[in-house]
């Protein structure tokens, strides 16, 4: 929604929702540095012991000095004036994408490669998940199907009982 960005109030809310705590972590979005939104989320952040998280094109915006990390990309200046969805927004999509890989595999949800842990909720999600634990769990795409079947689509989980011994008890 146009002006959401503008709304701390609605930021509290959705932490509040979310039911935030000491255990999680807020990534605060803002190219400016200065959206109220994303201060916000900061500020409730900060108030809950959860970790606090900045990325913004300037290292001297209030975002910044809020967050316990900053991650603050050199972009320079909007080819055109204003618009923070060109050189801003395209340098924020890569860091989240490299956070997102990052926290992935931190958290133990990728092997090697390959992804341990996808929901395989279309078919493309599916036959990925079918070649997974194939070639991870050295079995057949016909024996790796009825795993996943046997798992609810879980690939970890499938996986294991393919290593251990393939059983689906």
Known sequence: ??????D?????????????GPGDAVVAI???????FALAALEVAHARGARR?????????????AAEVAIAPAVG???????????????????????S???????????????THLRPVSEKLRQRARRIVAELGGVDEARA??????????????LALARRDGDVR
């Open 30 to 36: 803002s190219a400016s540095g200065r959206t109220p």
């Open 8 to 20: 701390g109030s609605a930021a509290r809310a959705e932490l509040e929702r979310r039911g935030l």
């Open 77 to 99: 200046p909007e080819v055109i004036a204003g618009s923070t969805r060109m050189k801003g927004g395209l340098v924020q999509k890569t860091v989240l994408h490299l956070l």
């Open 1 to 6: 929604l146009e002006g959401a960005e503008d």
């Open 53 to 65: 998280i900045a990325l913004t094109c300037d290292p001297a915006s209030p975002l910044a000095a």
């Open 145 to 158: 199907e009825a795993l996943l079947h046997a798992c609810d689509g879980r690939v970890a989980e499938a």
């Open 101 to 115: 890989t990052a926290t992935a595999v931190r958290l133990g949800r990728v092997e090697g490669n390959r992804m």
